[in-house]
Nanobody, 123 residues
Framework: QVQLVESGGGSVQAGGSLRLSCAASGYNSRCMGWFRQAPGKEREGVAVTSIGAGSTYYADSVKGRFILSQDNAKNTVSLQMNSLKPEDTAMYYC??????????????????WGQGTQVTVSS
């Protein structure tokens, strides 16, 4: 059983920054990343990375603003979110797969999920 511990999130004004972190335990994760879900919308991929493999994929909406980094020794990923916009407001979920990441950022590919952390960006 994979266990995920999320931290970070909160409220910030547009243009500000926040950082999310996720630590996984239980199994050696191969793909870790973040998804988000706004009220009334489907869950969408934000960024995922293959642990130790150097491949990271971003949603077009966050490219150039968000950076996903990994700490292999701690099986942890961190999402640095810069230049935040009101449309980034959502519940953010950490997700883990034991397979290598695909490019499609598909939520259905991920069997393990964190509890979620709220990110609110005000204009």
């Amino acid at each position: 059983q994979v266990q995920l511990v999320e931290s970070g999130g909160g409220s910030v004004q547009a243009g500000g920054s926040l950082r999310l972190s996720c630590a996984a335990s239980g199994y050696n994760s191969r793909c870790m990343g973040w998804f988000r879900q706004a009220p009334g919308k489907e869950r969408e991929g934000v960024a995922v990375t293959s642990i130790g493999a150097g491949s990271t994929y971003y949603a077009d909406s966050v490219k150039g603003r968000f950076i996903l980094s990994q700490d292999n020794a701690k099986n942890t990923v961190s999402l640095q979110m810069n230049s935040l916009k009101p449309e980034d407001t959502a519940m953010y979920y950490c997700a883990v797969d034991l397979r290598w990441c695909g490019k499609g950022l598909k939520a259905a590919d991920f069997p393990w999920w964190g509890q979620g952390t709220q990110v609110t960006v005000s204009s």
